[in-house]
């Protein structure tokens, strides 16, 4: 319930969608003759977009999340890695067989440079398909093309391709690999997702070791106007919103013991 619950909320808070709600809303309202609910609707809509595209909003949002977990020194030894879905196009690949990266392909290509670096380490990749509407080949399904094209031998990789969210990442993988006492995992994911993700491994009797990548922000945006492309800046206010949202969530309903989790928390 909690997993549908959250994904038909996101689709209508996020900064898109009720912007163009509100101005249908508003369009509506013009026509019935509420003339003020009318432009209430735009100039919230406008403001919404104006924020989100226009403005260092997102930045600002991301940041905290990003440098919450800094990378720790690399272990000496690592016994697996763990990276989390979210780097692949699953619609194109279910449809072409290939392994089209998004904006977070990071965390594969990085998961490709760690295996590479420690070849006796696992390689677990956790991630169905966690979309409600849109049908898509979950990156446990993609991501052996991908690895194996880099050089990671098939036999080392772990799949966990039930998940739908990150809660379900951390206890499937769980469950799936029973990590002993003393061995020493990677956590990879995008660096605005750790807080949330370490959280729940946490939670779940995973211990990890944080691994952040895909950053977004530089740290230096600062508060202003036009800093940078549009479509990047809405795309980061998108993506903040949703993180701190389900940061939020995730605590109220008792998945994770902080609002916004810290190391040692």
Request: no cysteine; glycine share 12%.
């Amino acid at each position: 319930m909690f997993f549908y619950v959250s994904k038909i909320f996101w689709f209508f808070i996020q900064p898109l969608n009720l912007a163009t709600f509100l101005l249908l809303a508003g369009l509506i309202a013009a026509m019935v003759g509420r003339r003020r609910l009318a432009a209430a609707g735009s100039v919230l809509s406008f403001l919404i977009l104006a924020l989100s595209a226009w403005t260092s909003l997102g930045a600002l949002l991301l940041n905290p999340l990003e440098e919450r977990f800094p990378r720790p020194p690399l272990p000496q030894r690592i016994d697996g890695i763990v990276v989390l879905g979210g780097g692949f196009e699953g619609g194109i690949n279910l449809a072409r067989g290939g392994y089209e990266l998004n904006a977070g392909g990071d965390r594969m290509v990085e998961t490709a440079v760690l295996a590479r670096r420690f070849p006796d380490a696992r390689v677990v990749v956790s991630g169905g398909n966690g979309e409600l509407f849109l049908d898509g080949e979950g990156d446990a399904d993609t991501g052996p093309r991908l690895l194996g094209a880099l050089g990671v031998a098939p036999e080392r990789l772990i799949l966990e391709n039930k998940s739908r969210n990150t809660y379900e990442n951390a206890v499937f993988t769980k469950a799936l690999i029973t990590p002993k006492p003393g061995e020493t995992w990677l956590l990879v994911t995008s660096a605005f997702h750790m807080p949330r993700a370490k959280a729940l491994f946490d939670k779940a009797g995973f211990a990890t070791v944080p691994w952040p990548v895909d950053y977004r922000t530089s740290g230096r945006e600062g508060i202003g106007v036009f800093r940078d492309n549009p479509a990047d800046s809405l795309q980061a206010t998108t993506f903040a919103i949703r993180e701190w949202i389900g940061l939020f969530a995730y605590w109220l309903s008792g998945r994770i013991d902080q609002p916004f989790p810290a190391p040692g928390g």
